[in-house]
């Protein structure tokens, strides 16, 4: 098992930006992928990103393809989301998650670490 930790949410301002990092311990997260999801109030948990183990392979969410960006360093054993072009609908707790699996990255499901999650929120 691995205990995550997740930072940087916060209060932007439509148009923003925001860096999260995944803080792994208990064991290497070198041979783990990685995931982003999001939840926001009253809503299902939603996939946003992921991150094969070595960085070679990311998939992203059409809602954020292009302004969010998954990142890794296995030396640091940290996971990383920058957000840019932030949007009110962006607004949810973040949580990063880790699964030895890759086969269907986008399901919760497939992820049997999480972290406790960390408040966006995006409001003028």
């Known amino acids: 098992q691995v205990q995550l930790v997740e930072s940087g949410g916060g209060l932007v301002q439509p148009g923003g930006s925001l860096r999260l990092s995944c803080a792994a311990s208990g064991r290497t997260l070198s041979t783990y992928a990685m995931a982003w999801f999001r939840q926001a109030p009253g809503k299902e948990r939603e996939f946003v990103a992921t991150i094969s183990w070595s960085g070679a392979r990311t998939y992203y969410a059409a809602s954020v393809k292009g302004r969010f960006t998954i990142s890794r360093d296995n030396a640091k054993n940290t996971v990383y989301l920058q957000m840019n072009s932030l949007k009110p609908e962006d607004t949810a707790v973040y949580y990063c998650?880790?699964?030895?699996?890759?086969?269907?990255?986008?399901?919760?499901?497939?992820?049997?670490?999480w972290g406790q999650g960390t408040q966006v929120t995006v409001s003028s």
């Open positions: 998650a880790a699964t030895l699996a890759y086969s269907r990255y986008s399901d919760p499901g497939e992820y049997g670490d």
